[in-house]
């Protein structure tokens, strides 16, 4: 099992459309979690961080299931300005000081 | 926020030039820093993590002397692309995080190197 899996896409998802996608991370011993957002040509940025409990930002809704080992990105009401690829990103410090990124989801949002 | 800032943007140079690549932390110190190369339409790749005081860490494959990671101080960390070929043109990024275990990455903006 790869360290940390995301289904490469794309999606195609009409504006206006609530679009969720899943990272699966493969040490259950994992410290923290975080979605990136990479434009074409671009340095990710940090969309969120992904908290226990989850967290919404927004359109944007992050969640954690630590008995299943996946992290989850809600995004509601997409725009245009959605489409990126975003990558799920898992720190695992406590073992290697290893920090592994997902190979990204591409999200194109049509009008 | 954090703010990492890479220079340059972008290099165009001939085959067996050296290029070097600089990434800085602006407010925050970063003891670690990480490098990473990115080929069109695939993901990040991890280079080496970069260690102020000490040697750099190098990922399985990447060579050691071709990629030099210099960690100088805990705001400064330096790749140099040694005797460049054209199959080194990539998008280089750099990121570091403030340290905390939890603490996510900053990245730079990138460095897209061609190399002619």
């Known amino acids: 099992r790869k360290e940390v899996e995301q289904d490469p896409g794309p999606f195609n998802v009409p504006e206006g459309a609530t679009v969720a996608f899943n990272c699966t991370y493969s040490?259950?011993?994992?410290?923290?979690f975080f979605w990136y957002r990479q434009d074409c040509r671009k340095e990710p940025k940090l969309l969120m961080s992904?908290?226990?409990s989850g967290n919404e930002d927004g359109r944007f809704t992050a969640q954690l299931n630590r008995a299943s080992q996946y992290i989850s990105l809600l995004i509601r009401d997409s725009k245009l300005s959605d489409s990126a690829t975003y990558l799920c990103?898992?720190?695992?410090?406590?073992?290697?000081?290893?920090?592994?990124f997902g190979k990204g989801t591409r999200l194109h949002i049509l009008p | 926020g954090a703010v990492v800032s890479q220079h340059p943007s972008w290099v165009i140079c001939k085959s067996g030039t050296s290029v070097k690549i600089e990434c800085r932390s602006l407010?925050?110190?970063?003891?670690?820093m990480f490098w990473y190369r990115q080929f069109p339409k695939q993901s990040l790749m991890l280079m080496a993590t970069?260690?102020?005081?000490?040697?750099?860490?190098?990922e399985q494959g990447v060579e050691k002397d071709k990629f030099l990671i210099n960690h100088a101080s805990l705001t400064l960390s330096t790749l140099t692309v040694t005797s460049a070929h054209p199959e080194d043109s990539s998008f280089y990024i750099c990121?570091?995080?403030?340290?905390?275990?939890?603490?996510?990455?900053?990245f730079g903006n990138g460095t897209r190197l061609t190399v002619t």
């Open positions: 990121s570091a995080s403030q340290g905390a275990n939890n603490s996510p990455l900053h």
């Open positions: 407010d925050f110190q970063a003891t670690t």
């Open positions: 992904v908290y226990s």
């Open positions: 990103v898992v720190n695992d410090f406590g073992r290697d000081d290893k920090i592994i």
């Open positions: 040490n259950s011993a994992s410290q923290s």
């Open positions: 970069s260690n102020e005081g000490s040697k750099a860490t190098y």
